[in-house]
């Protein structure tokens, strides 16, 4: 899903209050749910078709303590938004 289709998919929402719980599947076959808790963008890097790797951007990277302790995006890695559940 891309950022475009999130937001078509939510615009279909409107008629909901704005303090419905947004929650998400722990698995493609809905084999338990956990709210959601934070909203981040980041990098990803696609390993297969289905999975990859999160990397935060250069710019949240720098913003810490120790930058060097966290990996670098690496060439390939694309911006992206994560939507972290609760557990």
Known sequence: ???????????????????TPVVMSKDAEGNGFSPLVEVDPGMYLAETTYSG??????EQRQ?????????????????????????
């Not at 899903?1 to 303090?19: F, I, N, Q, V, W």
């Not at 790797?53 to 250069?58: A, D, K, R, V």
């Not at 990996?71 to 609760?86: H, I, Q, R």
């Open 1 to 19: 899903m891309t950022l475009d289709e999130l937001r078509t998919a939510t615009a279909k929402l409107d008629h909901l209050p704005g303090d």
């Open 53 to 58: 790797e999160h990397y935060m951007t250069e």
């Open 63 to 87: 913003a810490e303590p120790n930058p060097d302790e966290y990996s670098e995006a690496p060439d390939g890695a694309v911006p992206a938004v994560f939507l972290w559940p609760t557990n």
